[in-house]
């Protein structure tokens, strides 16, 4: 089941920003030019890390859980310090058809891998909003998946707060990033800036 849905038209939630902490420096000379493939690229998406990228990671991390924890230690450590870029990229807009916020990634060194899971996790932990829910006042399946989803979360510590993890309901594993022009283009609010490297979330269950 995909829970997303716009609460109402013309509605955007406000942007999450995330700042990473500062990768290590990248050596001069470093391609300024879109590599050819690689073991380490995706065929689809070249400029992309294949970890990442959705027509070739290995991984199927669950984003309740923080990436270190999530992931495997040794495919964590062996992934975190990479570029999630070929050329590197200091701002990545992340958005989702699964959920409504749009994720702003900026650092002031070139974003890693591990930068762009622990975004993910990061924003989807935030609260959902008073305002946020009240536009779910005509959306009654939509409520009930996200009441269920956050009594089953809440169940361990017994944390009663409605997150945007809860907005998936049971579609929490996050299979990787695409590009899906159409839906950036639809997705872009109305006088804001576009941002070159925007990735469309792909989640399921």
Request: hydrophobic share 35%.
């Amino acid at each position: 089941m995909n829970p997303y849905a716009y609460p109402a038209p013309g509605y955007y939630p406000p942007a999450q920003q995330y700042h990473p902490h500062p990768a290590p420096f990248y050596a001069p000379g470093y391609p300024t030019q879109l590599p050819p493939p690689t073991t380490n690229r995706s065929a689809k998406y070249p400029s992309l890390h294949h970890i990442l990228a959705v027509d070739s990671t290995t991984l199927k991390i669950d984003i309740r859980q923080k990436p270190r924890a999530g992931i495997n230690a040794s495919t964590f450590y062996a992934y975190a310090g990479i570029y999630a870029m070929a050329i590197p990229t200091y701002h990545i807009r992340l958005i989702s058809k699964a959920f409504p916020w749009s994720i702003e990634i900026k650092s002031t060194t070139p974003i890693t891998c591990e930068a762009v899971w622990d975004a993910l996790h990061s924003a989807l932990q935030e609260n959902i909003a008073d305002s946020e829910w009240g536009m779910l006042a005509g959306e009654k399946k939509l409520r009930e998946t996200i009441e269920k989803a956050a009594k089953k979360r809440g169940q361990p510590d017994a944390d009663k707060a409605l997150k945007r993890i809860d907005w998936l309901g049971v579609a929490t594993i996050f299979r990787g990033l695409e590009k899906v022009e159409d839906f950036q283009k639809i997705r872009l609010l109305p006088g804001s800036d576009p941002v070159a490297e925007t990735w469309v979330v792909k989640m399921s269950d």
